[in-house]
């Protein structure tokens, strides 16, 4: 079966760093996404990696190992308006996104 | 910036009734995706639609369940007889390429309720 596994909450304080994990066993491969999720509201695009090595961008930065199955979402210099589900998704080898279930993250000044 | 639109945000109906979400996506993207996520729960995937057919759809997605490209631009998802599971968030998704990634954009959802 296809399985995406993160951790279900994590708390962090304002301007720390914070690492979300996702590992990941799928029928094939194209990509990994990290999607943002605010109580009520759609996903919003974060980041795609599908080649291993990490992708910065701004605050946000995601790594990808495709032998290990295995992706994180680092987060730096925290706000508290990035308290939030953090969504780690992945492209099946039918174009179909495979969702994790999320992890709620906490923000505290 | 170009995005995803779903109407209506919020729908109340009764058991049993039909009811049809409907969908904008970004005008030059080709595949499309219904997804719906019960409060509090993983969002999970129902079907998607490409060259005017379906694709792919889960196990969710049953004969209750249709999809339509009526015109150019919208994209439907009609329940036929709504149950009170029924009742999730249901966000509308649309594929192109965005700076080669292959990135699916969400609408803002549809808030379905079934009483």
């Known amino acids: 079966g296809q399985n995406i596994d993160q951790p279900t909450e994590m708390t962090a304080t304002e301007g720390a760093i914070v690492q979300i994990n996702c590992t990941y066993q799928?029928?094939?491969?194209?990509?990994l996404f990290w999607y943002q999720q605010h109580a009520g509201e759609a996903p919003t695009f974060l980041s795609y990696?599908?080649l291993d090595g990490l992708e910065e961008k701004g605050r946000f930065s995601s790594f990808l190992s495709r032998s290990k199955g295995y992706s994180y979402l680092l987060l730096k210099e925290l706000q508290m308006k990035d308290s939030a589900s953090y969504l780690c998704?992945?492209?099946?080898?039918?174009?179909?996104?495979?969702w994790g279930a999320g992890t709620k993250l906490i923000i505290k000044p | 910036e170009p995005e995803v639109t779903q109407t209506p945000s919020h729908q109340v109906t009764q058991m049993g009734q039909e009811v049809i979400l409907r969908c904008v996506p970004i005008?030059?993207?080709?595949?499309f995706y219904w997804y719906r996520q019960i409060l509090g729960q993983k969002v999970e995937f129902l079907v998607s639609?490409?060259?005017?057919?379906?694709?792919?759809k889960s196990e969710i997605f049953d004969d209750q369940f249709s999809v339509e490209r009526p015109d150019g631009s919208n994209f439907t998802l009609k329940i036929r007889s709504t149950k009170l599971e029924d009742s999730a968030m249901y966000f509308c998704?649309?594929?192109?390429?965005?700076?080669?990634?292959?990135?699916?954009?969400f609408g803002p959802g549809t808030r379905l309720t079934v009483l």
């Open positions: 998704a649309s594929r192109g390429l965005a700076g080669g990634t292959d990135t699916q954009y």
């Open positions: 005008s030059n993207h080709l595949y």
């Open positions: 639609f490409y060259n005017n057919e379906i694709s792919e």
């Open positions: 799928t029928s094939g491969f194209n990509g």
């Open positions: 990696n599908v």
């Open positions: 998704a992945v492209l099946d080898s039918n174009y179909q996104l495979i």
